[in-house]
């Protein structure tokens, strides 16, 4: 499926946030992946097909793992944080997503 056959609405909702951590860039560093924070209900394509809509490389293949929210408490009171998904994003050879920051002042 391409990104012609998803609302582009819907592909700008599928991405939440990139994941930064020492996994994440260990990943990106010896397999050429990225780590993406998804919606709960994104698809394998759904999320391929935004990947390659918004940041203009193209994706080889895409794992998921959902991701159990952790047990928190304050006091004598528990909660509980939400269930997330996380998607693994396998870019094909030689493609690079770059989150640079810009620095101000």
Same mark, same amino acid.
């Given at each position: 499926?391409?990104?012609?056959?998803?609302?582009?609405?819907?592909?700008?909702?599928?991405?939440?946030?990139?994941?930064?951590?020492?996994?994440?860039?260990?990943?990106?560093?010896?397999?050429?992946?990225?780590?993406?924070?998804?919606?709960?209900? $994104?698809?394998?394509? =759904? /999320?391929?097909? &935004? @990947?390659?809509?918004?940041?203009?490389?193209?994706?080889?293949?895409?794992?998921?793992?959902?991701?159990?929210?952790?047990?928190?408490?304050?006091?004598?009171?528990?909660?509980?944080?939400?269930?997330?998904?996380?998607?693994?994003?396998?870019? $094909?050879?030689?493609? =690079? /997503?770059?989150? &640079? @920051?810009?620095?101000?002042?």
């Amino acid at each position: 499926m391409s990104a012609q056959s998803f609302s582009q609405e819907r592909l700008m909702k599928v991405l939440i946030a990139p994941q930064i951590s020492e996994k994440a860039t260990y990943v990106a560093d010896k397999y050429e992946q990225v780590v993406f924070k998804v919606s709960t209900d $994104a698809t394998k394509p =759904e /999320i391929k097909a &935004a @990947v390659e809509f918004m940041f203009k490389v193209k994706v080889d293949s895409v794992q998921l793992a959902n991701v159990k929210g952790k047990v928190k408490r304050s006091g004598r009171f528990t909660g509980r944080r939400n269930n997330w998904k996380k998607a693994y994003v396998c870019l $094909a050879s030689g493609q =690079e /997503i770059n989150f &640079a @920051v810009s620095e101000q002042g």
